[in-house]
């Protein structure tokens, strides 16, 4: 059976006798998505935090509470460039009858006044710049005469105000956006651009974030070529490891390559002693009735691997179990199917939301909306079919749906040109075009928004 365990370091399968032959459980239970989801999530848990140079956390979970040692802003300021003013000395200030204060002094951002604004009297002052002594408010340079008195070349020791304004007007008190000792970021937050921002106003350079986990690739056939090698007949390039590694990467893991295990005990053993040190492996194919014994073989002698029939359509056959990695520890292991469409949906399905679970994010489902479909989306087998569509949004607002072309599981480019997986329900015998059903995202195009 597949353990239950979690999957961060230090787990270890349990088996009472390790030197007994690993049990070969090669049965075909089919189960729904959903079912095959929770089984292979149960197998996961968040991993350990990290501390990482503040840019590079974008994108992960804070592991930590951020407290503020220090209030931002930490000293009042000038929300405008302008004039620190007493507001009584301007309060019948008007365009026809300006006020004239005496300048005594500048202050620029960076700088601290050395000068006191007493009535009668003004300081010329930058947005963000600290607000000098006895100011109760900043006139804008728009509401002076500042501009007539340069073209004229008028003495800038004086200074017209045109406008009145009130106590308090265009002043940035210390504290005001965050109060020393407070919880600026909390323990489990998504870091966003603004959340990086913060987190630097702080004088953060590093945060403590959950880390990215690490996933090894393993591709399995005697068939495929690594890309840049001459083409022979019979053979095929291996686009599975540079599928996978991408959607790894994009949603946040460490993709670690080892490149192909060929249909020998030998060569699949030494690719998989390349990826215990890993959070996940991934392999693709061998995982279908029909394929060579030797890799599910050699994955059941490594540890406790199932295979299943998942409802689904493309990605009907699946495997998931842990392999024994160093000191006994379990390192999951899932199997996707060979054919890269299959490859890619049952990713989605299942690695993408084991990924965002050990990244500690809290929500792991994919993006649905409900489409129109243009096309008709056939179920002739009771399967749930994930089919492959470009997304559009209509003037009105509503979300279309057409399918990218041949829906057969080997036609990668039905990937490359779509959007979304449109989904038709197991007890559905087809989505008629001009029925309405959910769509997985898998891209958010501009037009969108």
């Not at 017209?160 to 000792?181: C, F, I, M």
């Not at 599928?243 to 060929?262: D, E, N, S």
């Not at 509503?398 to 329900?425: E, F, K, M, W």
């Amino acid at each position: 059976m597949i353990p239950d365990e979690s999957a961060r370091g230090g787990q270890t399968l349990t088996h009472q006798h390790e030197d007994r032959p690993r049990h070969r459980h090669y049965g075909a239970e089919m189960l729904s998505v959903e079912d095959a989801r929770a089984r292979i999530l149960a197998c996961f848990a968040v991993l350990e935090s990290e501390s990482r140079p503040l840019l590079e956390c974008l994108g992960q979970v804070l592991g930590q509470d951020v407290v503020a040692g220090f209030d931002i802003p930490p000293f009042a300021n000038s929300a405008m460039d302008g004039y620190a003013v007493v507001a009584r000395d301007v309060a019948r200030a008007g365009p026809q009858s300006p006020i004239e204060l005496r300048v005594i002094g500048k202050v620029a951002a960076g700088e601290v006044p050395d000068v006191r604004v007493e009535p009668g009297c003004a300081v010329r002052i930058m947005t963000g710049a600290p607000i000098p002594p006895g100011t109760e408010a900043v006139v804008p340079f728009e509401d002076t005469d500042e501009d007539e008195r340069r073209r004229t070349r008028a003495g800038q020791d004086r200074i017209g105000v045109r406008h009145p304004t009130a106590q308090g007007r265009n002043l940035r008190p210390a504290g005001t956006d965050v109060r020393k000792g407070s919880v600026v970021l909390r323990r489990g937050v998504l870091l966003r651009p603004g959340e990086i921002g913060l987190a630097a106003s702080l004088g953060r350079k590093s945060l403590d974030v959950i880390r990215r986990p690490t996933v090894g690739i393993v591709a399995t056939g005697d068939e495929i070529l690594e890309p840049g090698e001459p083409i022979a007949p019979g053979k095929i390039y291996n686009s599975n490891s540079f599928t996978v590694a991408a959607l790894v990467k994009r949603y946040g893991g460490i993709p670690k390559v080892v490149g192909i295990a060929r249909d020998t005990i030998e060569s699949l053993n030494a690719a998989l002693d390349g990826v215990l040190d890993c959070d996940l492996v991934i392999t693709s194919a061998g995982v279908s009735k029909g394929d060579y014994d030797v890799v599910k073989d050699v994955l059941a002698e490594r540890g406790q691997i199932a295979l299943w029939s998942v409802r689904m359509r493309p990605a009907k056959p699946l495997a998931f179990g842990a392999l024994r990695g160093p000191d006994k520890r379990a390192v999951p292991l899932l199997g996707l199917p060979g054919n890269p469409v299959s490859a890619v949906v049952a990713f989605e399905q299942f690695a993408r939301p084991a990924i965002h679970l050990m990244m500690g994010k809290s929500n792991i489902e994919k993006p649905t909306i409900i489409a129109v479909m243009d096309d008709a989306i056939v179920n002739h087998d009771g399967r749930r079919v994930y089919a492959r569509v470009t997304v559009s949004r209509a003037p009105d607002g509503a979300y279309h749906a057409r399918l990218t072309g041949d829906q057969g599981s080997n036609i990668l480019s039905s990937v490359a040109s779509a959007n979304g997986l449109a989904i038709c329900p197991e007890d559905r015998g087809q989505v008629s075009a001009g029925e309405s059903t959910q769509v997985q995202m898998l891209d958010w195009p501009e037009e969108f928004f």
